[in-house]
């Protein structure tokens, strides 16, 4: 087994690491939509917008789509393997009936064969450690 602490945007919001790779497969830990360079005390969570006590104002759920998207594609571009070689993902929504339908569009542009399309399983939950609407827990191949 091989954990991967490498310095990849953005940095993860707990004591663990980006990914781990044991045998030919790549475990991702939970992957948000926040940018690259920001830190967990900045929102850095594209299309959010705070108040003046740092609470959750309005967000724009498509953005963090693409943004947690490409964030996973730079943590598996990082330990060697590629979009292409997800086998996995687990999808976490803090508000199912309002997001569902927009990620399923989403996921359909960035999956558009289904002959290719990895497992997915996705699930409704209270809430995420920071302030954003999804996240992603990935399995890939590692050639």
């Not at 602490?5 to 953005?10: A, E, R, T, V, W």
Request: aromatic share 10%.
């Amino acid at each position: 087994m091989e954990a991967f602490n490498k310095s990849l945007p953005p940095k993860p919001v707990g004591s663990y690491p980006l990914a781990r790779k044991v045998g030919p497969l790549l475990f991702l830990s939970g992957v948000g939509p926040r940018l690259a360079g920001s830190d967990v005390h900045d929102s850095g969570v594209p299309g959010l917008e705070l108040d003046h006590n740092g609470n959750f104002k309005s967000f724009d759920f498509e953005a963090q789509v693409h943004s947690v998207f490409a964030n996973v594609k730079a943590i598996l571009e990082q330990h060697g393997s590629t979009w292409e070689q997800l086998v996995d993902i687990t999808v976490f929504l803090v508000d199912m009936n309002r997001d569902f339908a927009t990620f399923n569009r989403i996921y359909a542009d960035y999956f558009p064969n289904p002959s290719t399309q990895p497992c997915r399983t996705t699930l409704a939950i209270n809430r995420l450690p920071t302030p954003i609407a999804i996240e992603l827990k990935c399995i890939a191949s590692v050639e």
